[in-house]
């Protein structure tokens, strides 16, 4: 057994012992690294981390991650230098009819079909999404709320291709289009 | 669906649509209805998933306690401990003396808002985009945007201002030069960047409103800035700081 799957043991053993020393060691390299590497801020740098430690665990759980090849520091580090590059693209994003920034218009409207989907209520909605169980519901969060692209989430959450994205992307649409 | 919307859709998702994209997918969903209900449907997700963790996926309740973080204060290179109390009193201290700011220096806070309300401009240069203009750029140009790339303000304006001065015909530059300016918070230089743009066909015509308004707000000309921002608001052609514009025109 080597020192790496040490750290994965620990983790299953003690949880609170090994995160609380990523949270004391880990997140200040990481933050430091943020703030000489990008133009984000420290708090958020701080919930970038967190998204990445909780990837991490999601990740555990679901038996995508166990063996790694560095640290669990090296391990959040590549998870959230993602995290980081999606989180950038938001701040210079283009805007498109329907977005918060961009109402829509008579013109851009697409009339009765898009009217019948609005009328499902956001909580509805969610209730469909949660409903997905991991990885599922993760992969919904991260494409729709992080931003994250296809290559990114394969590369965080471990999938072999963003191929393998897409395809669970697209069959979760589809449940909850239909559920 | 085809390939080419499915790559759009993602690319719009992820932020990462560059300008000719935008109007590749704002035309095709004019055209093709199911892509624009399909559209919708994912802009709904996307809202609905706004407000909802990633925690919450986690099933082992020990192992999503564990991943909340210690409460402390997070500093670029430190964490300190139980600074709460001392936080709050600065915290305190710092509204009153916003409120009484405001109260005795009639716009006394507008410099702190304009600036936070200044977004950054994405750079559309198409010798930036891959596969853009064949034509040969100048290294001093290259730079200078790089500058602006890397949010470097104050360099990048003193460098496309020169890039301005070799290249005075090319509008473009001087969109970025103003820009520049208004996030550096060098109002005056500003104004007088934007000011031709405002007038002109150019595609930045519209942003330049906005950027205008800001840099007119920060000069203290307050009847400008909020004519320019309302024009911004007003525009039919679409508008990315909408929100930010928004907030300048009400605390003007």
């Known amino acids: 057994m080597n020192g790496n799957h040490n750290e994965l043991e620990a983790f299953r053993k003690n949880p609170n012992h090994v995160v609380s020393g990523i949270y004391q060691t880990c997140r200040p390299k990481f933050i430091g690294w943020g703030k000489d590497a990008t133009r984000i801020s420290v708090h958020d740098l701080a919930d970038i981390f967190q998204n990445a430690v909780i990837i991490m665990v999601l990740n555990l759980e679901s038996g995508r991650l166990s063996e790694l090849i560095g640290t669990l520091c090296t391990y959040l580090f590549g998870i ?10 938001k701040q210079g994003r283009i805007g498109l009819p329907g977005d918060e920034a961009f109402p829509l218009t008579r013109e851009t409207d697409a009339g009765i079909e898009d009217a019948m989907i609005t009328a499902e209520t956001d909580a509805q909605l969610w209730s469909k999404v949660d409903a997905l169980g991991e990885p599922g519901r993760s992969l919904i969060i991260l494409t729709y709320k992080e931003g994250l692209n296809s290559q990114e989430i394969a590369e965080v959450m471990g999938y072999s291709s963003p191929e393998v994205v897409r395809q669970l992307r697209k069959r979760c649409l589809d449940k909850i289009r239909k559920s | ?117 200044t977004a950054p401009y994405p750079n559309k240069m198409t010798f930036k985009s891959l596969g853009g203009t064949n034509q040969p750029v100048p290294p001093e140009v290259i730079e ?25 015909d090319n509008i473009d530059y001087r969109f970025y030069w103003g820009v520049s300016l208004v996030h550096a918070q060098q109002y005056p230089g500003a104004i007088k960047a934007l000011e031709p743009i405002s007038q002109s066909q150019n595609d930045f015509k519209t942003a330049s409103y906005y950027y205008l308004g800001l840099a007119y707000a920060g000069n203290k000309e307050m009847d400008q800035a909020k004519s320019l921002l309302q024009r911004y608001l007003d525009a039919t052609d679409g508008v990315s700081f909408r929100k930010q514009a928004k907030k300048v025109l009400e605390g003007l």
């Open chain 2, 1 to 117: 669906m085809e390939n080419r919307s499915e790559h759009l859709l993602e690319a719009y998702f992820a932020n990462s649509l560059n300008a000719s994209e935008a109007e590749e997918l704002n035309t095709l969903l004019k055209t093709d209805p199911k892509l624009a209900v399909e559209f919708r449907f994912q802009q709904q997700i996307a809202r609905t998933v706004k407000e909802q963790s990633l925690r919450s996926g986690i099933a082992n309740a020990d192992w999503a306690k564990a991943t909340i973080p210690p409460a402390t204060e997070v500093t670029g290179t430190a964490i300190k401990r139980n600074m709460w109390a001392r936080y709050l009193y600065a915290a305190a201290a710092m509204i009153t003396l916003l409120v009484l700011a405001r109260v005795y220096i009639p716009g006394g806070n507008n410099g702190q808002l304009i600036a936070e309300q």
């Open chain 1, 80 to 89: 959230g230098k993602n995290l980081v590059q999606a989180f950038r693209r």
């Open chain 2, 144 to 168: 200078a945007f790089s500058l602006y790339d890397q949010g470097k303000y104050p360099e990048a304006a003193q460098a496309l201002g020169s890039v301005v001065s070799a290249y005075p």
